[in-house]
């Protein structure tokens, strides 16, 4: 017994005597037994420990939620008991007090539990989603290195917008202003002329002041880039690496996800191909009439869901009156929060969805598609769907004109299902210098700010094209969350710089 085990591998030990250390996830006692629910980072497990286990009964006694200890004890099977596998302490020592922690096992509002995101971070949900995250991400950089892409590390600081320059973060950089990056694209495009295949990581900075669900102001953004690559490239690369994400996630997380309550099925239909629209055909979609004619089907089942959830909320509510017993009733009022959540979201979704519609119908071309127009085209879809060529002034100077339609660009967006929108935006580059330089001055730039950049179009000039990937709307949509900001470990928002 000279290494401490891990809850994750406690099955292994069956019948053995095995040393733990972690955390004390919550306490109930029968009289002669208390039953410890414990954690350590790898999962949740149950220990008991007995009278007869004198020293051990007394210190546990002790115990309060989040309060960190060691123990021993023997590991035995036990089909009931969370991860199938219970511990018999024998021995218990007390490492480090808890005195009143703020999040109890009761149900917590978002704002109070943001507000003590440090803290929250050891609860079940937000522990299950970053173990999806980590996932995630080393799914994406394996996916990268099995195709033979390097990695580059590119700028946090640089001197102008890589997209929009109205959502740039100004610094003070010394004698100067400079601006925190909002894509690492135009120093990849440098990168893969020299190594063919490259991709960054890191975070990602947009001044936009907007407080929807699928918004932070600063994120995570994975880039490739690929020399002598078109738009059918772009797309085809995305398109394996998100099957392949998705596929990662669901070999090691199936119990993560079920927890969150998550529908696993929907992420099992993530498989090759997927459909393709132009921007055109889905500006036709919205609209057309089959549009209001689907908004008043998802209306109709939308309502009785909310009448299911009606009934579903007085029952719990019943049953948390006549329970007799403090941590059914705890457990009871977690219920009873989710099911007041899901009333609201469903309650906001029906007052907002006729607006929604009339704004779809009305749509003009020429515009970006907006969020709730990316939902209303993903609902329609089973699995992520391709939106091409999008009207050139809708998007960013580097895209590539569509020779065949000089009013598009040869880019893509991958919209996620089930109404999550976006999660990959991508597009060919513009190759052509004059034709760059012309682009630059219509989006407001000046050339000359980016001369470094378009000393690519000089020297070997190539086609060429990749995306970017935001893994929080990614891991906001594989584990079902109803906000980004669930997504990253500390999110930070219009309203929200702490902790």
């Known amino acids: 017994m000279d290494q401490w085990v891990d809850i994750r591998d406690l099955k292994d030990h069956a019948d053995q005597a095995v040393r733990w250390r972690g955390w004390l996830y919550s306490k109930r006692s029968s ?3 208390i039953f410890l629910q414990l954690r350590d980072g790898t999962g949740i497990c149950q220990a008991i420990v007995e009278t007869s286990q004198a020293d051990a009964f007394a210190a546990a006694a002790t115990l309060t939620q989040e309060a960190a200890l060691e123990l021993e004890g023997r590991v035995r099977q036990d089909d009931r008991a969370p991860g199938g596998v219970e511990i018999t302490i024998t021995g218990l020592v007390p490492v480090g007090a808890s005195q009143d922690y703020p999040i109890s096992r009761k149900a917590h509002g978002i704002d109070f539990l943001m507000e003590h995101r440090h803290l929250w971070l050891r609860s079940r949900r937000p522990a299950s989603i970053l173990r999806v995250r980590h996932t995630l991400i080393h799914a994406c950089r394996e996916f990268f290195h099995q195709r033979g892409f390097t990695l580059i590390d590119t ?16 610094v003070e950089y010394f004698d100067r202003k400079a601006f925190l990056s909002q894509t690492g694209q135009l120093y990849l495009e440098s990168a893969c002329m020299a190594l063919g295949k490259v991709y960054c990581f890191g975070p990602t900075f947009r001044a936009e002041k907007s407080k ?24 085809a690369l995305a398109e394996d690496m998100i099957v392949h994400l998705v596929q990662a996630v669901l070999a090691r997380h199936e119990q993560d996800l079920a927890f969150l309550g998550r529908d696993l099925e929907p992420l099992r239909r993530v498989q090759k191909p997927f459909p393709h629209l132009t921007y055109s055909e889905a500006v036709d979609r919205l609209h057309s009439p089959d549009l209001r004619a689907w908004a008043d089907r998802e209306n109709e089942s939308d309502r009785v869901l909310l009448q299911e959830k009606t009934g579903q909320l007085g029952s719990l509510e019943q049953q948390c009156a006549d329970a007799r017993k403090e941590h059914q009733r705890d457990a009871l009022m977690l219920q009873i929060h989710a099911v007041k959540e899901d009333i609201q979201e469903l309650e906001t979704t029906l007052a907002h969805r006729p607006e929604h519609v009339k704004l779809a119908q009305t749509f003009k071309w020429g515009e970006d598609l907006g969020g ?21 002034e809708a998007k960013a100077f580097y895209m590539k004109r ?25 597009s060919q580059r513009e190759d052509n210098l004059d034709t ?29 094209g990749g995306f970017g990937l935001g ?17 990253i470990p500390f999110p930070r928002t219009m309203g929200r710089m702490t902790p």
């Open 372 to 392: 709730s127009d990316e939902t209303f085209i993903s609902r329609q879809f089973d699995r992520p769907v391709f939106v091409t060529h999008y009207p050139r």
């Open 31 to 33: 009289g002669k037994i």
């Open 402 to 426: 569509d020779p065949a339609d000089p009013r598009v660009v040869r880019n893509m967006d991958l919209l996620a299902p089930e109404g999550y929108g976006e999660i990959i935006g991508g």
């Open 471 to 487: 893994i929080e709307r990614a891991i906001s949509w594989i584990c079902g969350l109803k906000h980004v900001r669930e997504a």
């Open 155 to 170: 700028p946090i600081l640089v001197e102008g917008a890589g997209e929009d320059a109205q959502t740039l973060f100004p």
């Open 436 to 464: 760059l330089t012309v682009a630059m001055r219509e989006k407001g730039l000046r050339p000359g700010d980016y001369d470094w950049y378009l000393d690519l179009r000089r020297y070997g000039s190539v086609p060429h």
């Open 212 to 235: 929807t669900r699928r918004h932070l102001t600063e994120f995570w953004m994975l880039e490739p880039e690929v020399a002598f690559a078109q738009l059918e490239d772009v797309m």
